[in-house]
């Protein structure tokens, strides 16, 4: 179980490491699928299965497609035709497809071998997970969603066009 947890970490780390450097937006947001796929994984290793599928359900398919299509959305124009076939390339689909198939091939061998989770891994009830949220990690959820709301208006202010008023300042 700790090599299956290793190796989800490091394709946690790696794929938000690919997700900050990459200069195609679609491609970031592609890694940063797998990187919460990966850490979904994580925490049905440790014994939160339920964690584990809101990870993939809310974070990993709800959010991440709609970002997705605003992406695409935005890119509407004469150049939006080419952009897409270059986005289509095979090339841009074998680093997040290599790292998912690593994830797959992790999570298959976890529930082969079943029979021989522990007790430390044992799966948590939600009431159990809610009670530690906002019991003794409290302060960690909510430096969490301050630090969330602060990117938030970071990127509001960096992506906010102004238009210049009519005496010429910005």
Do not use: C
């Not at 937006?25 to 299965?49: D, E, K, R, S």
């Amino acid at each position: 179980m700790n090599a299956v947890f290793y190796i989800s970490a490091a394709v946690a780390v790696l794929a938000t490491a690919l997700t900050v450097t990459r200069a195609n937006a679609v491609h970031a947001l592609l890694y940063l699928i797998v990187a919460l796929l990966a850490i979904a994984m994580i925490f049905f290793i440790l014994g939160a299965p339920f964690v584990a599928a809101l990870e993939v359900i809310i974070y990993a398919g709800a959010i991440m497609v709609l970002f997705l299509f605003v992406v695409m959305m935005l890119n509407a124009g004469p150049r939006a035709l080419a952009q897409e076939r270059d986005w289509l390339r095979p090339a841009g689909w074998i680093g997040p497809a290599g790292l998912a198939l690593i994830l797959f091939v992790e999570l298959l061998a976890v529930l082969i071998r079943a029979g021989g989770v522990s007790a430390a891994a044992a799966p948590l009830a939600p009431r159990e997970v809610s009670l530690a949220l906002f019991g003794p990690y409290l302060l960690g959820v909510e430096l969490a969603s301050m630090l969330l709301l602060a990117g938030l208006v970071g990127v509001y202010h960096l992506g906010r066009h102004t238009e210049p008023d009519e005496g010429g300042k910005e």
